[in-house]
């Protein structure tokens, strides 16, 4: 079985040549490089920018249409509707930009045979995975600014703490992509990736609250040791309670961040499964 650690380095003139054109550009050109070709193959797919980026922008659209205006609300934890959206919308794009993409993109590389071909080429296996990170945060930056910016046309102030912002936003992102990892790691068909990811991603979604406000104490406290309710309360403190970092939550989303790599590091294959 695979693992994500590189290839054997031992002494051998195939070795040296394979390993000559990784020196001669260096880790950190190469590291640039591999964000490059993400973002290219990422932007020359219309379908995947226009589902990435439009979605969500029509989502919190409609519940600005919905619930616009500044009154506060018992049902929004004495919110306004936008207040409580804008920040759970902006974190079901990170979610679904890291998680969801990620492992769909991983196990269809992995079944045309595109990841066995990359782990004989000299590119180290920490680059490829950095560089899937790095391009998944960019996107998802995208993604919050567009939702933030929806936000603010239907009067939600502008977050109050950004440091706290961009800390949730590279945790979260780095923590689904590495659950996304892990359940491409599980899945044994490209075909059946997007089943597996909808069937995890949507109840977790519904029962944290992002696209309606849970008041039973029980369900909340059952979301708030998943990966989901977490990261939206750690969106949620900079926007609407003048907060900071919320240590708690974003312990959470390490913890399920580190289990989600550990499954990827001990399950991950380069090779397409055998029918």
Known sequence: MTTLSPASTADSPRTSLKQEPVLRRGRAGLLVHQIRYEQLS??????????????PVVVVTIFGAVFGGDEKQDLFFGMSGMEYYTPTIAAVSVLGACYGQLAIVLSTRRQTGLLKRLRATPLPAWVYFVGLLA?????????????????????????????????????GAASFCALGAGVASLVKSAEAAPALVQFIQFPLVFISGSYFPIHAGLLNTIAGLLPVKPFNEAMLAPFTHGGGFQWKELGVLAAWGVLGALVAVRRFRWDPRPE
């Not at 990422?42 to 979605?55: E, G, K, M």
């Open 42 to 55: 990422f932007w020359r797919n219309p379908q995947a920018v226009i589902f990435t980026f439009l979605l």
């Open 135 to 171: 391009h998944c945060v960019l996107v998802s930056l995208v993604d919050v600014i567009l939702v933030i910016g929806v936000g603010a046309l239907y009067g939600v102030p502008l977050p109050t703490n950004w440091t706290a912002i961009a800390l949730t936003l590279v945790l």
